[in-house]
């Protein structure tokens, strides 16, 4: 079963970084993913993709950075803004399924 | 302006029916799958469906298999989502978003709508 693992959330203070993580469940730790921001009270955004920083999304500052190969993927955020705080999700597909996961809160101390 | 913008949501009781439609604009949105996603009141994201390009070959979430149908019009540059036999767990925002591209060296799922609110109460 494709799943996707997030940690529900992570926190780092105003300047510095935080690394996220999501895990693709055993036997999928070929497939792409996409990274995903929700902002308090928006609704979701595309950040990026697995193609390094050229998938980034329009708009999207290079502060994000998503990186990692197997099962284990990230989304870096370097010199956290306030308006980083949000939820980010992870997604992954093959056919038939698109899958999301659970998502991590990201606090700006 | 690249944009997706879905309409169609509101109050509706449990077994009714309503149907979302989803207008894209800027882009040709026969050269994208689409897809369907929900977000109950403080939870996660759930993919619903997804259709192909020409509609042909449409996919379901187990939780809306049978109730709900994804369709398209590509002259009209529009996405459906047919909603019936509604239930009190099916109340979310939906949102459609573009899915897989037909030019491989775009990136999938790149774009969201603004959300349309559906609920169901009695």
């Known amino acids: 079963q494709l799943v996707l693992t997030q940690s529900p959330s992570a926190s780092a203070s105003l300047g510095a970084s935080v690394k996220l993580t999501c895990t693709l469940s055993s036997g999928h730790s070929s497939y792409p993913i996409a990274w995903h921001q929700q902002q ?5 955004r595309y950040l990026m993709g697995s193609g390094g920083s050229h ?50 809160k990201v606090t700006v101390l | 302006q690249v944009q997706l913008v879905e309409s169609g949501g509101g109050l509706v009781k449990p077994g009714g029916s309503l149907r979302l439609s989803c207008a894209g604009s800027g882009f040709l949105l026969f050269d994208y799958y689409m897809s369907w996603i929900r977000q109950a009141p403080g939870k996660g994201l759930e993919w619903i469906s997804y259709i192909s390009r020409r509609g042909s070959s449409v996919y379901y979430a187990d939780s809306v298999r049978g109730r709900f149908t994804a369709s398209r019009d590509n002259t009209q540059q529009s996405l459906y989502l047919q909603m019936d036999s509604l239930r009190v767990e099916d109340t979310a925002v939906y949102y459609c978003v573009r899915d897989l591209p037909y030019d491989k060296s775009l990136e999938p799922f790149d774009l969201w709508g603004q959300g349309t609110v559906v609920i169901v109460s009695s």
């Open chain 1, 40 to 44: 308090p009270g928006k609704g979701p």
């Open chain 1, 55 to 104: 998938s980034r999304g329009d708009g999207i500052p290079d502060r994000f950075s998503g990186s990692g190969s197997g099962a284990e993927r990230y989304l870096t955020i370097s010199g956290l803004q306030s308006e980083d705080e949000a939820v980010y999700y992870c997604q992954t597909w093959n056919t038939g399924i698109r899958v999301f996961g659970g998502g991590t």
